[in-house]
């Protein structure tokens, strides 16, 4: 099953959690936030990223880290919220 992770860059406050579970998807960058690795901006400072299943647990792990709750994980499939 395809997963979306959605991320409010605007709400980041560089707490490095995310980068440290799924460096994959997530790298701080120059003014102190975590960027989205490849990810598209969709709008309102939020970016949006599709990643196969086999990375689930790292984008849930990364998203249930961060202090501020500002990452989303969703099945594309169902539409189903899988965090938070
Ligand atoms: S864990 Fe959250 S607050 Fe910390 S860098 Fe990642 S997105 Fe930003």
Redesign the pocket.
């Known amino acids: 099953m395809p997963l979306k992770i959605v991320?409010d860059?605007t709400?980041?406050?560089?707490?490095?959690?995310?980068?440290a579970l799924d460096p994959e998807d997530?790298e701080?960058v120059e003014d102190g936030?975590?960027d989205l690795k490849e990810g598209e901006e969709s709008g309102n400072g939020t970016w949006e990223k599709e990643i196969p299943e086999e990375r689930k647990e790292e984008a849930l792990d990364?998203a249930k880290?961060?202090?501020?709750?500002?990452?989303k994980v969703i099945d594309t499939e169902s539409g189903e919220q899988l965090y938070p």
């Open positions: 991320y860059r709400g980041c406050i560089g707490a490095g959690t995310c980068e997530f701080l936030l975590a990364a880290s961060c202090p501020v709750n500002v990452i």
